[in-house]
């Protein structure tokens, strides 16, 4: 019998994420370069902080994200910085769909507020398949911490040994199946549909 619950990443399986690409459009705005973008917003962890939980209101994760960017940027050209850097994957997209129909589904990303609460406007072709989606920072921690995962399958109710987790990182893979996931480590979508039907979805 197939998993009751099929979670997926978004960045790298439901589409392809270019941070260089996003440190070049938030640079065209700003007029800062894209290494000293990085240095200030990615290098200095305040990222993965706020994937973390540390910043989970919307508003104040924006007014810091432009403090150290050293431009008031709006809401609408960091969503615009964000999706521009975003590819959508179709092979697993359809995939998703598909599998969606034979079992729930939920997205499961390391992001914070801006991306939780705009993501029919960043990648409206996974908000329209995933209805269930969670950041991390809702979590108060990341992956591949098996506690994010295990706060994640209590939220919703599933136990987790029911549950099929696809991700691109390894690291986060073995954290899911640390927490009693079953895990796939995404390199390729062929990879990914064998191992579909192996657990028994209909392609």
């Not at 969503?79 to 997205?107: D, N, T």
């Not at 690291?171 to 996931?181: E, F």
Request: hydrophobic share 40%; glycine share 6%.
């Amino acid at each position: 019998m197939p998993p009751r619950l099929v979670i997926f990443d978004m960045d790298d399986v439901l589409c392809h994420y270019d941070l260089g690409r996003r440190l070049r459009l938030l640079s065209q705005v700003s007029g800062q370069t894209p290494r000293d973008i990085r240095a200030a917003l990615w290098d200095s962890e305040f990222e993965g902080d706020s994937d973390s939980g540390a910043f989970p209101d919307p508003a104040h994760y924006l007014a810091e994200f432009g403090k150290r960017l050293g431009y008031p940027l709006s809401l609408e050209q960091w969503i615009a910085a964000r999706k521009g850097a975003m590819e959508p994957h179709h092979e697993v997209l359809a995939l998703a769909r598909q599998i969606g129909s034979q079992a729930r589904l939920a997205l499961f990303t390391n992001n914070g507020p801006l991306v939780k609460h705009n993501l029919e406007a960043l990648f409206p072709e996974a908000a329209a398949i995933f209805a269930e989606r969670y950041c991390s920072y809702e979590f108060d921690t990341k992956k591949p911490d098996p506690q994010s995962f295990l706060r994640l399958t209590e939220k919703l109710g599933v136990t987790p040994a029911d549950c099929w987790f696809i991700d691109d990182k390894r690291s986060n893979v073995q954290g899911a199946r640390i927490a009693g996931l079953i895990g796939h480590h995404f390199r390729s979508f062929e990879p990914l549909r064998d191992e579909a039907l192996q657990l028994g979805f209909k392609a």
